[in-house]
């Protein structure tokens, strides 16, 4: 959450020529309704269970491309055996829990930080959830802060950055004339 996954993960998929989907949106897009509905009406786990399934669904499909998952999907065990399969490459927007929080502000599509609880607190207790979850899945690590304090334009500069960590995992290279090469 504030990482930048959707934006990055965009111009990533231009940079690489593949397909973009954001997860969540797929979520709401299959289930009709908005992650805040869903977790409203039927609570999280339900809303764990569409998003493994969607999760599923988005690592059959066919061609290669670029996901912009939620930061919750690393919770399941079974997403996690998903996202460490051969031919899935996982790349982790790790930032620390202040720097998120001075990115995010509470929305309604972000349930995890309804209440009372500082954002800042939330942050914190899920970085020290997640973190380790993510470094069990993640092949490419990379830290967003350096971007946004080094770089004039930080995201074009991490999709960059992730699609040459990519290729050069994978043993391919970024098409000619993609955006921003």
């Known amino acids: 959450m504030g990482s930048g996954k959707t934006t990055v993960g965009r111009r990533l998929a231009a940079l690489l020529d593949r397909p973009f989907v954001d997860a969540d949106q797929a979520l709401e897009d299959r289930a009709g309704r908005t992650i805040a509905e869903i977790f409203e009406a039927n609570g999280e ?16 499909a066919p061609a290669p491309g670029v996901i912009a998952s939620g930061g919750g999907v690393v919770l399941r ?4 055996e ?4 051969d031919g899935v490459t996982v790349v982790w927007l790790d930032a620390s829990p202040a720097f998120l929080a001075s990115r995010i502000e509470r929305k309604a ?4 930080l309804a209440g009372d609880a500082p954002v800042r607190d939330v942050l914190d207790r899920l ?13 490419i690590v990379v830290g967003v802060e350096p971007f946004h304090r080094d770089e004039e334009r930080p995201k074009r500069a991490l999709a960059e950055r992730i699609a040459d960590l990519v290729t ?12 921003g090469r």
């Open 109 to 112: 599509h972000r349930p995890l």
């Open 127 to 139: 970085h020290a959830e997640r973190a380790p979850l993510y470094g069990e899945v993640a092949d």
């Open 45 to 60: 786990d339900a809303f764990r269970d569409l998003e493994t399934d969607v999760l599923t669904w988005l690592l059959a």
């Open 168 to 179: 050069a995992r994978e043993g391919t290279s970024v098409p000619a004339g993609t955006n």
């Open 82 to 85: 998903r996202l460490g399969a």
């Open 77 to 80: 065990a079974t997403n996690r």
